[in-house]
C-alpha cells in the first residue's frame, strides 16, 4: 500500500508570496502574489499529492507526485513564470517529488496549454476524470530526467 506524505509548506522564490487559503493534509489552496508590478498579480492555486486525488487511478503516480491546478482563465493573464516558480518552490518544499503534473482541459484550452509548456511542462498523455478529459503536462527534476538514473541520485529528505 502507498503511503501518501503530508502536502509540504511552500516557500517561493523570486519575489513571489504563497499565502494559505485553506487546506487538508494532502491538498492546499493557495494565493500566488507575484513581485514587480504597481500592482501585485494575485491568483489561487491548488496543489495537491496525486496519490491522494483526482489523479490517483490516472497513471503510476509516486507518493510524492504533485498536482497543481490554476483558478480558471487565470493563465490568460498570469505570466508562465508563475507556473515555474510553483513548480520550483514545491521542488524546494520536497525534492521527493518525481513529478508535478499540471491537467490542461482537452477540450480546447490551448492557453493554459502554451502556458504550461512555456514553464518547462511537456505533454505526457490524455485521460478521462469522472467529468472532463484532460491533457497531463509534467514537470520533472533532473534526477528524474537525466540519463544517470541511480538510486543514489535520489534525494532522502
Known amino acids: 500500500m502507498l503511503t501518501v506524505p503530508p502536502l509540504p509548506t511552500l516557500d517561493p522564490p523570486y519575489g513571489w508570496r504563497v499565502v494559505m487559503a485553506a487546506g487538508t493534509r494532502f491538498t492546499g489552496r493557495f494565493r500566488l502574489h507575484g513581485p514587480g508590478t504597481d500592482t501585485e498579480v494575485e491568483v489561487e492555486v491548488e496543489v495537491e499529492r496525486c496519490a ?83 491533457r497531463l503536462l509534467v514537470a520533472e527534476p533532473e534526477w528524474v530526467t537525466g540519463g544517470d538514473r541511480r538510486l543514489d541520485r535520489v534525494p532522502q529528505s
Open 52 to 134: 491522494a486525488g483526482r489523479l490517483r487511478d490516472t497513471y503510476p503516480v509516486s507518493a510524492h507526485d504533485v498536482e497543481v491546478r490554476v483558478a480558471s482563465g487565470a493563465l490568460d493573464t498570469l505570466p508562465s513564470e508563475a507556473l515555474r516558480m510553483l513548480a520550483d518552490a514545491v521542488w524546494t518544499a520536497d525534492p521527493r517529488c518525481r513529478r508535478i503534473v499540471y491537467a490542461a482541459a482537452a477540450d480546447g484550452d490551448l492557453n493554459s496549454f502554451a502556458q504550461a509548456e512555456a514553464a518547462g511542462f511537456r505533454h505526457v498523455v490524455d485521460v478521462d476524470l469522472a467529468d472532463e478529459e484532460v
